[in-house]
């Protein structure tokens, strides 16, 4: 919809800072890179291990230019984000990976990690609109890590929290699911539905990560803590204790809705990523019922203007793009199509299936 003209160049005349005007397939026809991915000197280096020749790119002299609005320089602060994000996943893989074969956390490995996130969260606008940028569909348990680990410090942030806890935060968030390192691959990439046992099993994956961070020397308690409580909810319904509201650590009430938000916008092996409104749907929903009302409102308050501009489709097959957010019901915008504006409040049949 933003009618932004595509220009095809040769891979080795790719700059950081450009921005994929389409998809980059493989041979074998599968998708490598997606429209709209952020160029940088790491997906650039991929490009070339991958033998592309060609790429469509956004021709940035078709628009008004963002990069340097304010004096600021976007595209380089966009390019160091998706730089640290990249990094950070291919550290969190190996980690994750070492995890499996040991009973500790690397700890002085996970640190630049969490720093990283910091330098780049903290102070910085427009994290939520990078984040969208460079996700990635890579393994779900690493890049959700490293998004929880940013949703969390954004969280804290935005609830005034200091350095320190925020370190902590961050640490928690890329250590929350370390405990499936020790479930059995098979039940954790299991598309079907899981039997009693092997739910029974996954959720003990809060548990095997509290024993690995808790074995770790120098690591606080806390953090070991929101990692074995990520999944209690305020009112009970949670696992593996069933605590409620007064027992849970704050933290693990951050991670719970950093944990909800990432989950359900990303694709998992047994199901698709669903539309942010819908993620922030669910969690406006239990916001005053399993998720802690202060944070989940807290979240919704800065994600909510963020789904603002996006161009979705609907389940009738039409685009549009949102043009006023229903606060009360971030489902149910006024979207704007080319036949004319769609008050979703009033067309209950009507709902946004994706974001385009
Ligand atoms: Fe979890
Ligand atoms: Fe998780």
């Known amino acids: 919809m933003t009618g932004r003209k595509t220009i095809r160049i040769r891979v080795p005349q790719v700059e950081p800072g450009m921005v994929l005007g389409n998809d980059v397939f493989s041979g074998a026809g599968t998708v490598l890179l997606t429209k709209a991915t952020l160029l940088t000197d790491y997906t650039i280096a991929q490009l070339r291990a991958w033998q592309i020749e060609y790429v469509d790119v956004k021709d940035a002299k078709n628009e008004k230019n963002p990069a340097r609005e304010g004096g600021r320089n976007y595209a380089r602060e966009d390019a160091a984000f998706a730089n640290m994000y990249a990094h950070s996943l291919d550290s969190i893989a190996e980690l994750f990976e070492e995890m499996h074969h040991s009973d500790k956390v690397p700890v002085q490995e996970f640190l630049p990690?969490?720093?990283?996130?910091?330098?780049?969260?903290?102070?910085?606008?427009?994290?939520?609109?990078?984040?969208?940028?460079?996700?990635?569909?890579?393994?779900?348990?690493?890049s959700h890590s490293l998004n929880v680990g940013i949703y969390a410090v954004l969280i804290g942030s935005w609830l005034n929290y200091g350095a320190?806890?925020?370190?902590?935060?961050?640490?928690?968030?890329?250590?929350?699911?370390?405990?499936?390192?020790?479930?059995?691959a098979a039940i954790i990439k299991k598309?079907?539905?899981?039997?009693?046992?092997?739910?029974?099993?996954?959720?003990?994956?809060?548990?095997?990560?509290y024993q690995l961070v808790a074995n770790t020397p120098g690591m606080p308690k806390k953090i070991a803590l929101a990692?074995?409580?990520?999944?209690?909810?305020?009112?009970?319904?949670?696992?593996?204790?069933?605590?409620?509201?007064?027992?849970?650590?704050?933290?693990?009430?951050?991670?719970?809705?950093?944990?909800?938000?990432?989950?359900v916008t990303s694709n998992r092996c047994y199901q698709a990523r669903r539309p942010p409104h819908v993620a922030a749907s669910i969690i406006m929903e239990e916001s005053f019922k399993s998720l802690d009302p202060v944070v989940?409102?807290?979240?919704?308050?800065?994600?909510?203007?963020?789904?603002?501009?996006?161009?979705?489709?609907?389940?009738?097959g039409m685009t549009g793009r949102i043009i006023q957010l229903n606060r009360l019901s971030p489902t149910r915008p006024l979207v704007q199509t080319e036949q004319g504006f769609i008050d979703l409040n009033q067309m209950p049949e009507l709902k946004i299936v994706d974001v385009v």
């Open 296 to 316: 989940a409102q807290s979240f919704l308050a800065r994600i909510v203007p963020y789904l603002f501009n996006d161009d979705i489709r609907l389940n009738n």
């Open 227 to 263: 990692v074995l409580q990520h999944h209690e909810r305020e009112d009970g319904t949670g696992y593996p204790l069933k605590l409620s509201s007064p027992t849970i650590l704050s933290i693990a009430k951050i991670i719970a809705v950093a944990d909800v938000f990432d989950a």
């Open 113 to 142: 990690i969490a720093e990283g996130i910091l330098d780049q969260v903290l102070g910085v606008q427009g994290v939520l609109r990078r984040l969208h940028q460079v996700k990635t569909g890579d393994e779900y348990t690493f």
């Open 164 to 184: 320190e806890d925020l370190r902590m935060l961050a640490t928690a968030g890329l250590l929350h699911d370390a405990g499936k390192v020790k479930v059995p």
């Open 191 to 209: 598309a079907g539905p899981l039997s009693a046992d092997e739910y029974q099993e996954i959720q003990r994956h809060p548990f095997y990560g």
